[in-house]
């Protein structure tokens, strides 16, 4: 089975700032997809950003973006210019050859005025 | 597009009590899954559904079955709820099995 592991439980953000989310991840396949999701205090999950472990540039979704580094086995998520808005849990999580999501445990982001 | 709907949105549960947790979705996806979500922990996979008629088992499949006799639905039976089995579920859908899972609101259980 594939492990996903978000070491940081919850993080605190001063509005307009930056904030690195650490995922790293231990697979032996040669393929595989990482994604990032949001759920807000509301209960829902949100998809907010996808890489492929083939993909030559991070990828990058509006202020979200993905710093893979595919030897380090990590894909960390970057937010850029934070909001109140952003206040949630943040799931990282890989599908490998079997296609299966497996998830980490998330960490819970707090954006301050 | 309504999306991935679930119902019901909450539901309690007596010990041995038996339920259904109904998933649907309406974007003509062929994949589909149902995840389990406890404190502490991410999302735990349960069953998932490559297209009607095909099932398999994920990492937590004891104590649930599914079925798929059609593209939109995917139902997750408890046939016998434990404790246990207290959580919130999420059922997701995907174009195929390769494509971005998206999730439905999510049914929280207690069973007591």
């Known amino acids: 089975a594939q492990k996903i592991t978000q070491t940081q439980p919850g993080m605190f953000v001063q509005e307009k700032e930056a904030v690195t989310l650490d995922c790293t991840y231990d697979?032996?396949?040669?393929?595989?997809?990482l994604f990032w999701y949001k759920q807000p205090s509301s209960g829902e999950m949100i998809f907010l950003i996808y890489?492929?472990?083939?993909?030559?540039q991070n990828a990058t979704e509006g202020r979200y973006s993905l710093n893979f580094q595919k030897a380090r086995k990590s894909a960390n998520l970057v937010i850029s210019a934070s909001q109140l808005g952003d206040s949630a849990m943040y799931f990282c999580?890989?599908?490998?050859?079997?296609?299966?999501?497996?998830f980490g445990a998330g960490t819970t982001v707090t954006v301050r005025a | 597009n309504a999306g991935v709907t679930q119902t019901p949105k909450f539901q309690v549960l007596k010990t041995g009590q038996s339920m259904t947790l109904q998933c649907a979705q309406d974007?003509?996806?062929?994949?589909m899954s149902w995840y389990r979500q406890d404190p502490g922990m991410g999302l735990r996979l349960i069953h998932y559904?490559?297209?009607?008629?095909?099932?398999d088992q994920g990492e937590v499949p004891n104590g649930y079955n599914v079925s798929r006799s059609t593209t939109e639905d995917f139902p997750l039976r408890l046939l016998s709820a434990a404790p246990s089995q207290t959580s919130v579920y999420f059922c997701?859908?995907?174009?195929?099995?390769?494509?971005?899972?998206?999730f439905g609101p999510g049914t929280r259980l207690l069973v007591l």
């Open positions: 997701a859908s995907s174009e195929d099995r390769e494509e971005t899972q998206y």
């Open positions: 697979t032996s396949d040669p393929s595989y997809g």
């Open positions: 890489q492929g472990s083939y993909d030559q």
């Open positions: 999580a890989m599908r490998g050859n079997d296609y299966k999501l497996s």
């Open positions: 974007m003509n996806h062929e994949y």
């Open positions: 559904s490559v297209g009607a008629g095909i099932t």
